[in-house]
């Protein structure tokens, strides 16, 4: 394959998704749409015979469905007039990835994603719409702000994202032939030995669920490995030895332990961070609705006294 062809089918993304920002008639824009979506669509038939491409056809097919969805969606969120359907695609934009990612086996990133943006994100884009000026109806859209009806700087906003992408493409297809090979199954079970020795407290708890006394104290001296299992050994309530099989933590699992094992300050920071940045969307919206009633308790005091100057006249 030459490796010019990629960059091609990047530029003509982005070159149909210009078209639909910025075409004035409805044949631009779709023509736009359609040189966009054969452009994407030839470069992720290239993307088929990357190193580790995926074999299975549905699987493909099904990827394929995700990814369309997620940039025909991004590109709606970017064009529509009203912030509210801009919200509603973003949330569509997401889901889509997600269903990307989990056909990826990225679990955790995947959950992150809905519970980030379509979650915590999205409600601090309600408190901006709740104070954007909108129009009352589609035949009113004058009332809407100019900046909001038409796009600022779409030929910034497309070479930017031109060039993000020309990023992500070059290391997608320069850069997979030298990954290392995946971790085999000896070394995952290795790895999983290694995070449950950093767990004493998740150990013991296994092990007293099992109705089991560890024999040692020093409970990362006393996980092993056994083929593909995980195991301790411990004494039965009637004095037996025996032989505890720790439960492999899955993809998800392995993620959030690791987190609590390796990175706890780092885990706690981010909840505080998190949980001002909400304190601050709420104070800030409250502060613009004080003014905005304290704006229209002054109006209404002036019609009244205009109406009762105008009684004595």
Not at 183 to 198: C, F, I, K, N
Request: proline share 4%; aromatic share 6%; charged share 15%.
């Amino acid at each position: 394959m030459d490796p010019i062809l990629p960059y091609i089918a990047t530029a003509g993304a982005a070159l149909g998704l210009l078209l639909v920002l910025t075409g004035r008639t409805m044949a631009a824009r779709s023509s736009g749409g359609v040189v966009g979506l054969a452009s994407l669509a030839w470069l992720f038939g290239m993307a088929g015979g990357l190193p580790g491409a995926a074999g299975d056809v549905a699987e493909h097919v099904f990827f394929l469905i995700f990814a369309l969805t997620a940039v025909a969606s991004a590109v709606q969120m970017i064009r529509q007039k009203r912030p509210v359907y801009s919200a509603l695609f973003f949330v569509l934009v997401i889901m889509s990835v997600c269903g990307a990612l989990v056909m990826l086996e990225a679990f955790f990133i995947a959950f992150a994603l809905v519970i980030v943006y379509a979650g915590a994100i999205l409600i601090t884009y309600m408190f901006v719409l709740m104070l954007a000026q909108q129009a009352s109806d589609s035949a009113h859209a004058g009332e809407t702000p100019e900046y909001d009806r038409s796009p600022r700087e779409p030929f910034a906003a497309v070479m930017v994202a031109g060039l993000v992408m020309a990023t992500v493409v070059s290391a997608a297809f320069t850069g997979l032939g030298d990954l290392p090979p995946a971790a085999g199954a000896e070394t995952r079970v290795q790895a999983d030995a290694a995070l449950l020795r950093s767990l004493p407290a998740q150990v013991q708890r296994e092990a007293s669920q099992a109705g089991v006394s560890l024999e040692t104290e020093d409970i990362a001296q006393g996980v092993r490995v056994d083929g593909d299992q995980v195991l301790i050994d411990g004494v039965t309530e009637a004095g037996d030895p025996t032989t505890v099989h720790l439960t492999r933590p899955g993809n998800t699992s392995h993620v959030g332990w690791m987190l609590v094992a390796s990175f706890p300050a780092s885990l706690e920071l981010a909840g505080v961070i998190l949980l001002m940045a909400m304190f601050g969307a709420v104070v800030l919206a409250r502060r613009e609705i004080d003014h905005a009633e304290r704006a229209l308790a002054r109006s209404a005091g002036r019609v009244a006294e205009d109406s009762e100057s105008g009684q004595d006249a």
